[in-house]
């Protein structure tokens, strides 16, 4: 039988998104049944500071440079146990959260790698992290983590997201249920607003929008039909999670040339903070890591979580 408690992972680097990570976490997840990991992969010292017969003015540096390693631990230890107090103050248990400072060992994107291979249920990383600016792209170490992360969900937070709205995307696929029943699992007691979204891709030329009206209007109601036992099911498994039927709400989008583009729309439009996708839909194949939707959703900008379930 699977049990009710989740451990999630936490990626975080001391930076000001790290900290968006935890309070996002603190507001989205079921906090009393969920155990968290805050875990920082501590970088080594950039090579120049040691090489002095390359760079004789590193001699200026040394000094510092000894206690690199115990500033830069310091620095994130404190980081994280404000982390943690942030995390208890809003209801996970003192004994639910654990801290986790190593040194690199592969690679700050492999380290979390490995670490997310010991019984976690996801993993939560930040979109960029020290030094990015922009916020559209996203960071080497979150984008290597995305690609081979492919045995847990994972979660990449950008900006500030809200987590007062859920934006579920469904079709028929096995991975799509999977996603449904995963967010129901998770979000149990954080009481969000839930909005399933299926969206019915009629592509087309710039211009050709209006000869297409008629085509469009009867995918929709050729969709509506087919997706309401789909969407009937899907809110029965967040129901049975705990989630509020009340809350639970469904919307059958036709007519446009891209699915992401469809979803990331409904999303800010709707101001929905988190959304959550199958990394395979119903059209993709095993040989893919992971779908088209699920890949281009990557790109959304800041202020959105978006989980990716496998």
Known sequence: MESARKL??????????SLEIVKYAS?????????????????????????????????????????WDAHKEAKIREFMDEARKLLVAAGVPADNVSLNVQKRKEGIARDILAESK?????????????????????????????????????CL???KPSAKKILVAVDNSWGSKRAVSFAGKMLTGSAPSVEMVHVVRVPHEEGEQGNNEGLIKELQAEAESVMKPVFDKAAKTL?????????????????????????????????????VVGRRGVSEVEEFNMGRVATKLTQLGKNVALWIVI
């Open 27 to 67: 507001s989205v997840l079921n906090l009393a049944q969920t155990e968290i990991v805050l875990f920082h992969v501590m970088d080594k010292a950039p090579d120049i500071f040691w090489d002095r017969e390359k760079d004789p003015l590193v001699n200026k540096h040394m000094e510092y440079m000894k206690n």
């Open 239 to 275: 129901i049975d999670c705990g989630v509020d039927a009340s809350k639970i709400k469904t919307k059958v989008i036709s007519g446009v040339g891209s699915r992401a583009a469809a979803i990331f729309e409904e999303a800010k439009s709707g101001r929905i903070g988190t959304v």
């Open 118 to 154: 010991f019984g976690y249920d996801m993993v939560m990383v930040g979109r960029k992290g020290l030094g990015m600016v922009d916020d559209a792209m996203l960071g080497s170490v979150a984008s290597k983590v995305l690609i081979h992360t492919t045995e847990i969900p994972i």
């Open 157 to 159: 937070v950008g900006g």
């Open 8 to 17: 999630v992972l936490l990626g975080v680097d001391g930076s000001d998104q």
